[in-house]
């Protein structure tokens, strides 16, 4: 593990806090998912937790996401409250998307969080339009745009790598690569496996990163968002990571092997930092146990505050299909 | 000198232009995108000039990626920016599909209304062209079938020139159908010509003997087909729908009150069409008003040919839109 600069007491403090906040918030969806209290599809991020971490700790709040139907890891990070998270997992009012998304469609706007995509390989171009208007109007953000590598598979792909780099547009593209898309393996779709190398061929700064590593995925978005800000044009990572559970609540896993999953387990992204800062003396102890116990309350404050949430009103149901004004 | 008010001579092709123009002088925000818009001119010339009056940043030639550019337009204006992107033809708007329909249509619904996304898209359509089966589709209706968007499709110079101001103005995706055979169509324009509703038919020829319910090129063959009706004794209302979605209920169905027979004419293919949904909408809201069953005269089911003569006899003309017009108002093989 590198130790940058910046990783002091606090930063470390903070990387391990937003990576508990995650896992236990995941933990606890999968067994309200059990009750139904949550229902649908449900996308669970356990074990991608530094991708989210890293790459939201980089950025400012002039940045813009988008991300996937995998994305409660990215709402937590970027600062969307938990309370309205998991109401929109209920899919009560007080959720983010007054319960109209779900989990797969978080999206929020005070922090520049647009969606929760469920089409995989459909929030590329979107991403391209938010860095296309932050450079229109001469603005210092980044579009950050977060998918699989499942999505590497679609055309929207090679059509937004193109098309950014082509007008060198402020956009962050990360791959969090965790082996299969849904079922199906890498090798099994893909001819070329190595996914930074087809940024390559589109003539973006590309870099192949450890995900299973926070301070790794936070330093390799600070070096892309510097160049981009630089005027370098479009940024490439693919993160190296894998999901811990199943796709998603419905599915099996007959496609994988257990023993793969345990060899990754023993990468678990936060056992792992919280060991090594441990043993830097960065951290002790009752540091992860606070944690624990804060990210526990909070868990416990945020499904209150869901339960607490009240239905939209049926006679609400064609709100929004179409807007009366643009929001500012 | 041309002082407010003045008439001047103009095209379908000039009136968008300027409309276009007008826009990117009045609003910052707006800009240009789609595939051959800039050095090239626009594939139907609609564009052309922009390139050199308003530089690369604002008339943005794009790669082949419709998808991306459709994408990066919904995206720039959820953004804030005020994109109008052009796709050449309606049928390469399928590669777009995703994007239309996925996302400009869902995401001001999907979160909660904290998004709008003001976007123009403008597209050809429809036949006539000799350009065969994948150039030549008549597609509106079809997205006229999904909540989020508005469809519309100008028939005339001035609404060539109001609806894409009014379209830029409106929080809502907002998808402009521009016929190939209008864009030669040569008119007078009021130099001041100013925004034109995107919803509301107008009647566009009274007449008490039947209502023909149509849009875009098929309103001009329906007025030359109303002239020769008129000629033999029968009195056609024409309607131009001008939007497909919303449908303008109240004109049709004040129109049947008075007529009492409508006539449906319309390029798009018969089944599931939008002539399907104004058929219901008549026999929900206007059934008792009706004194014959409505009448449709559509595309031919199958995708446009090549040769003249095969592609006029796949969509309307003024000369099947009078006899169906006629065997509505004169049945033949039945007793009146």
């Not at chain 2, 999907?110 to 065969?132: H, N």
């Not at chain 2, 509106?140 to 110079?157: C, F, N, Q, R, S």
């Not at chain 2, 009706?229 to 919303?246: H, W």
Request: proline fraction near 4%; aromatic fraction near 6%; glycine fraction near 10%.
């Amino acid at each position: 593990m590198t130790a940058k600069p910046h990783l002091n007491r606090a930063h470390a403090r903070h990387l391990l806090e937003q990576m508990l906040r995650i896992r236990l918030f995941e933990e606890r969806c999968a067994e309200l998912y059990t009750q139904q209290k949550i229902r649908g599809f449900l996308h669970l991020y356990v074990g991608e937790e530094a991708n989210a971490v890293g790459v939201m700790g980089a950025l400012s709040g002039d940045d813009s996401i988008v991300a996937t139907y995998r994305e409660h890891g990215h709402a937590l990070a970027r600062g969307i409250a938990m309370g309205p998270l998991m109401a929109e997992m209920y899919g009560k009012s007080n959720g983010t998307s007054r319960g109209r998304g779900g989990s797969m469609h978080i999206f929020d706007r005070p922090t520049r969080f647009y969606g929760g995509n469920a089409i995989v390989g459909g929030g590329l171009p979107l991403a391209v339009g938010l860095g296309l208007a932050e450079k229109m109007r001469k603005g210092s953000g980044v579009a950050v745009c977060l998918f699989g590598e499942g999505a590497v598979a679609e055309g929207e792909f090679h059509e937004s790598l193109n098309l950014a780099a082509l007008w060198k547009l402020p956009v962050l593209f990360v791959c969090e690569n965790n082996l299969y898309a849904m079922g199906t393996a890498i090798e099994r779709t893909e001819s070329e496996t190595d996914i930074h190398r087809k940024a390559e061929a589109y003539r973006i700064g590309s870099h192949r990163v450890d995900g299973m590593d926070v301070v790794a995925v936070e330093a390799a978005t600070r070096r892309a968002l510097e160049c981009i800000r630089a005027g370098a044009g479009p940024q490439f990572l693919e993160c190296m990571t894998y999901r811990f559970r199943a796709h998603s609540m419905f599915d099996s896993q007959l496609y994988r092997d257990k023993a793969e999953v345990e060899r990754w387990k023993e990468r678990d992204p936060i056992r792992r930092f919280s060991e090594w800062a441990l043993a830097s003396g960065l951290l002790h102890g009752e540091d992860v146990v606070e944690l624990e116990k804060k990210a526990s309350a909070e868990v416990d404050a945020a499904v209150a505050f869901a339960e607490g949430g009240a239905w939209e009103p049926v006679a609400d149901l064609c709100r929004y299909t179409l807007m009366d004004a643009v929001p500012t | 000198m041309t002082t407010a008010g003045d008439r001047q001579k103009t095209t379908y092709r000039e009136a968008i232009r300027q409309a276009i123009r007008e826009a990117l002088n009045r609003d910052e925000r707006a800009f240009v995108m789609g595939e051959d818009v800039g050095r090239y001119g626009g594939c139907y010339a609609v564009t052309k000039g922009l390139l050199q009056e308003f530089g690369e940043e604002r008339i943005r030639d794009t790669p082949l990626s419709e998808a991306a550019f459709v994408g990066a337009g919904i995206g720039a204006a959820m953004a804030g920016m005020r994109p109008i992107v052009e796709i050449m033809t309606v049928n390469f708007s399928l590669l777009a599909l995703d994007q239309i329909v996925n996302n400009a249509a869902t995401i001001p619904h999907m979160s909660g209304g904290q998004f709008a996304i003001p976007l123009v898209i403008r597209m050809a359509t429809g036949a006539g062209r000799q350009l065969a089966a994948q150039h030549s589709h008549s597609l509106e209706g079809w997205y006229a079938h999904i909540p989020g968007l508005k469809i519309v499709a100008p028939a005339t110079l001035e609404d060539a020139r109001g609806m894409l101001w009014s379209a830029l103005q409106d929080p809502n995706p907002v998808l402009i159908f521009e016929h190939v055979n209008l864009y030669n169509m040569e008119g007078e324009l009021a130099a001041d010509a100013g925004p034109v509703p995107l919803s509301g038919a107008v009647v566009r020829r009274p007449g008490r003997d039947l209502s023909v319910i149509t849009y875009g090129a098929s309103l001009h063959k329906s007025l030359a087909a109303a002239e020769q009706l008129a000629a033999a004794g029968i009195e056609a209302e024409v309607i131009d729908l001008r939007s497909l979605r919303p449908l303008d209920d109240r004109t049709i169905m004040s129109s049947l009150a008075r007529t009492r027979r409508a006539l449906i004419v319309d390029e798009g293919w018969r089944s599931g069409g939008i002539s399907a949904e104004i058929c219901a909408r008549l026999a929900e809201q206007a059934f008792y008003d009706l004194d014959a069953p409505p009448s449709r005269l559509c595309g031919a089911e199958v995708p446009i040919p090549y040769p003249k003569h095969l592609e006029d006899a796949a969509i309307p003309q003024v000369d099947t839109i009078r006899a169906a017009a006629v065997e509505l108002v004169r049945p033949q093989g039945r007793s009146a």
